[in-house]
């Protein structure tokens, strides 16, 4: 068996067997640990990528492992326990407190009708505190900004303690330090993470490894800073881009213009 963590062979997706692919075959592996950024224009298939990686979609070509078991062989409660998602849609689930929201992310581990137990309210407790929400545990979901149900939704997913995690844009509604502060987190965090990501530098920043999409092909994949040329982003995003280097912080810094 590989040491992959994730391993993705042949895998392709189109809303119908006789409808044209909106995601071509694509093959790629990620190390336990590692974080992987899906970059792309809008439309590229980001999306697309990661309903397959989080058992939504069931793909129309290929196989998925994670931790060397096929996932679409795996029961759906025996999935959720190795995967978790962030998505950008968020649940409606207005008239439940931040803590209920966050102890759901327990569920595929419970049996039955059991209720929750010592450990995990002592999990649901770390990953509150991990997102910095102790003091919100008993306000309403919908009462929260989109930033702070943001990190209700990570909170959720890190109480599911999944071998992968996936986030689609995490970054979507948060401010400048709240940004920061996830992109510190998926640091840290000692999980297998696949992102689909809008922000170049941050990808650059934050991920082991790059796939850049292009009409639902994968144009690259690999190192960031070897993905992320000036000559594939431009072609990409349809932009011209310029890597430019920050003398002061010693990194290298995309800036973007319309081609004239
Ligand atoms: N169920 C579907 N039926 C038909 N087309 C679909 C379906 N789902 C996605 N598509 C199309 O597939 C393409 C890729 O969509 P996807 O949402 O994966 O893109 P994305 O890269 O995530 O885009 P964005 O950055 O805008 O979120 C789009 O053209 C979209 O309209």
Same mark, same amino acid.
Request: with cysteine; aromatic share 6%; hydrophobic share 40%.
């Given at each position: 068996m590989s040491s992959s963590?994730?391993v993705?062979?042949?895998?392709?997706?189109?809303?119908?067997?006789?409808?044209?692919?909106?995601?071509? *075959?694509?093959?790629?592996?990620?190390?336990?640990?590692?974080?992987?950024?899906?970059?792309?224009?809008?439309?590229?298939?980001?999306?697309?990528?990661?309903? !397959?990686?989080?058992?939504?979609?069931?793909?129309?070509?290929?196989?998925?492992y994670?931790g060397g078991e096929?996932?679409?062989?795996?029961?759906? @409660?025996?999935? +959720?326990?190795?995967?978790? #998602?962030?998505?950008?849609?968020?649940?409606?689930?207005? #008239?439940?407190?931040? @803590?209920?929201?966050?102890?759901?992310?327990?569920?595929?581990?419970?049996?039955?009708?059991?209720?929750?137990?010592?450990?995990?309210?002592?999990?649901?407790?770390?990953?509150?505190?991990?997102?910095?929400?102790?003091?919100?545990?008993?306000?309403?979901?919908?009462?929260?900004?989109?930033?702070?149900?943001?990190?209700?939704?990570?909170? @959720?997913?890190?109480?599911?303690?999944?071998?992968?995690?996936?986030?689609?844009? *995490?970054?979507?509604? !948060?401010?400048?330090?709240?940004?920061?502060?996830?992109?510190?987190?998926?640091?840290?965090?000692?999980?297998?993470?696949?992102?689909?990501?809008?922000?170049?530098?941050?990808?650059?920043?934050?991920?082991?490894?790059?796939? !850049?999409?292009?009409?639902?092909?994968?144009? +690259?994949?690999?190192?960031?800073?070897?993905?992320?040329?000036?000559?594939?982003?431009?072609?990409?995003?349809?932009?011209?881009?310029?890597?430019?280097?920050?003398?002061?912080?010693? @990194?290298?810094?995309?800036?973007?213009?319309? *081609?004239?």
């Amino acid at each position: 068996m590989s040491s992959s963590d994730l391993v993705v062979e042949n895998v392709s997706w189109a809303p119908g067997s006789r409808a044209p692919y909106v995601l071509h *075959p694509l093959s790629f592996s990620l190390d336990a640990g590692k974080t992987l950024g899906i970059i792309g224009a809008n439309g590229a298939g980001k999306s697309t990528l990661l309903r !397959l990686l989080y058992r939504y979609n069931r793909p129309l070509s290929g196989n998925i492992y994670v931790g060397g078991e096929d996932l679409w062989s795996l029961r759906p @409660r025996q999935a +959720a326990r190795r995967v978790a #998602a962030v998505l950008q849609e968020q649940p409606t689930d207005f #008239a439940l407190t931040v @803590r209920e929201i966050v102890a759901l992310g327990r569920t595929p581990h419970q049996r039955g009708f059991a209720s929750s137990g010592a450990r995990d309210s002592d999990i649901i407790d770390g990953s509150l505190q991990q997102m910095g929400l102790q003091g919100f545990q008993d306000r309403l979901f919908g009462s929260l900004s989109g930033g702070e149900r943001q990190r209700v939704m990570v909170a @959720r997913a890190l109480a599911q303690r999944p071998q992968l995690l996936i986030l689609d844009e *995490p970054t979507n509604h !948060l401010d400048i330090r709240h940004q920061l502060e996830i992109v510190s987190l998926i640091r840290e965090l000692d999980l297998t993470i696949v992102t689909s990501l809008h922000d170049l530098n941050m990808a650059a920043e934050v991920c082991d490894s790059v796939l !850049l999409l292009k009409d639902g092909q994968m144009l +690259a994949y690999g190192d960031p800073f070897e993905v992320l040329s000036e000559q594939h982003v431009s072609s990409s995003f349809s932009v011209s881009a310029r890597l430019e280097h920050l003398s002061v912080s010693d @990194r290298s810094h995309f800036t973007f213009h319309l *081609p004239s």
